[in-house]
């Protein structure tokens, strides 16, 4: 196999073409929505794909992407759980000539040549649009609006862009604090956990923005746990729109999702081609996607594939 199999050597046939991809983890519904789509989209077009879980520990994906190099597969794809330390295994990829493909989140390196493409969402105008509903929310008010932040993974780039697109557009105004700012790694239970303890320290808190839905779904239950009435005594803005975000978007206890899209499967698979044909992708292809109030959750849900 190998890396090899580009323009010299022509393309190969597709059933024996194979991917390795490298997973963050199965740390929340858009997670599993996206092993599931790219699982899914590589079953449908026929080619082999191994498939490792980090569970959101980066010294395993190294491990996983040395193991695909030593395999000698023909295209490494994977979604760094943080965006710093690739360059090392990232060059070993590069010596083996097997070209590598970011899904969903970006490395952060000077050599862009280590990897042939960058496949995914602009989480910093997702925490734009987050903003831009906040400042529209509060467009009439002129007390204080105080904010938690439940922040994702650190070091991950959605966490880091989603945090510093917010803080742009609800920095022209400063009645808005963000009064607490804490990861919950994006997971539900590291959400419910952080709210507790910081609702303790801010209890007249009047907003909280979660990274994704699952943190927000974690917040719901310390909110309803204090005693307090979720998307109404607190708003909550999250990113996502994964199901059970849009139920609670529709039910009244998050107040507006900013969408990002896990389907990448299929796309993914268009660039493996590309590369097999000895074409050039495109070096960054964003994902469209879009934003739901809750009128447009309870319209959007019952055609919600994830
Ligand atoms: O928003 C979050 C997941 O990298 C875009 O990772 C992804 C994020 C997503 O855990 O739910």
Redesign the pocket.
Known sequence: GGGDAGAAAGPKPTDELVVGFAQ?GA?????TANTTDIQNSFKDAGIELKFSDAQQKQENQIKAIRSYIQQGVDVIAF?PVVETGWDAVLNEAKAANIPVVLT??AVDSQDDSLYVSFL??D?IEEGKKAGQWVVDEYADSTDPVKIIQLE??TG???AIDRAEGFADVIGADDKFEIVASQTGD?TRAGGKQVTEALLKANPDVDLIYA????MGLGAIEAIEAAGLVPGEDIKIVT??AVKDGMQALADGKINFIVE?S?LLGKQLVDIVNQINEGETPEKRIITEETTFTQEQAVEALPDRQY
Do not use: I
Request: net charge negative; proline share 8%; with cysteine.
């Open positions: 963050v740390e929340s519904g858009w997670r979604s969903d989140r995914g969402s989480f994702g993974t991950a780039a959605p994006f990274h994704n839905d699952d990113v996502d990002c896990p």
